[in-house]
């Protein structure tokens, strides 16, 4: 069994930014910055099948934006928020139906679009690093997804199993699996 998700990348620079940001703060998130596409989720069949399925559920999506809305805090955690399009609530829906991969209580309704800068923050430090945060920009009110890359969890990190470009269509899907 192994714990897997679907992300997309932010650009060169939002992550540098959000790379350096972590430093300058001293706190730190989990992998290289992703947009999670759906909560991270366990998987217990057959890689080879969880790829063929993500790959289904993304045929036919073309890119689209992601629009930066604010910076959200929980308990701990302190993330960039996104705004949930329609575009990226419709994939969602499709990514949350992969077989085997059963929806976690974060999706759905429940899901946020975020982009993590801090998980585990200590509470004596939260409230200084939320209120040097709280006005911040990033260097960019919006990013492109071309891609969605399914990834698993390895030591902390996520390592990509597969990437996926979007707007490619069910025929060259079918074509590359044969």
């Known amino acids: 069994m192994g714990l897997y998700s679907v992300v997309a990348w932010p650009t060169a620079e939002l992550a540098e930014w959000l790379s350096a940001l972590q430093r300058r703060l001293g706190v730190r998130s989990y992998g290289e910055a992703h947009l999670n596409l759906r909560a991270p989720f366990e998987y217990a069949g057959d890689p080879k099948d969880l790829i063929c ?7 036919g999506v073309p890119p689209f934006q992601v629009e930066f809305l604010h910076w959200r805090r929980f308990p701990h955690v302190i993330f960039l928020e996104y705004a949930l399009s329609v575009p990226l609530h419709g994939l969602h829906q499709r990514l949350i139906q992969v077989p ?8 759905g309704e429940r899901f946020i679009p975020h982009v993590s800068l801090a998980i585990g923050v200590v509470d004596w430090a939260e409230e200084s690093i939320w209120n040097t ?4 920009r990033p260097p960019q009110s919006s990013f492109e997804v071309q891609a969605a890359s399914l990834t698993k969890e390895a030591g902390g990190e996520l390592r990509e ?7 490619y269509n069910a025929a060259s899907q079918r074509e590359q699996e044969q």
Do not use: E, M
């Open 53 to 59: 399925d993500v790959r289904r559920s993304l045929a």
């Open 100 to 107: 085997g991969a059963p929806p976690s209580s974060y999706d």
């Open 133 to 136: 945060l709280k006005d911040l």
């Open 161 to 167: 199993v597969r990437t996926f470009p979007l707007g």
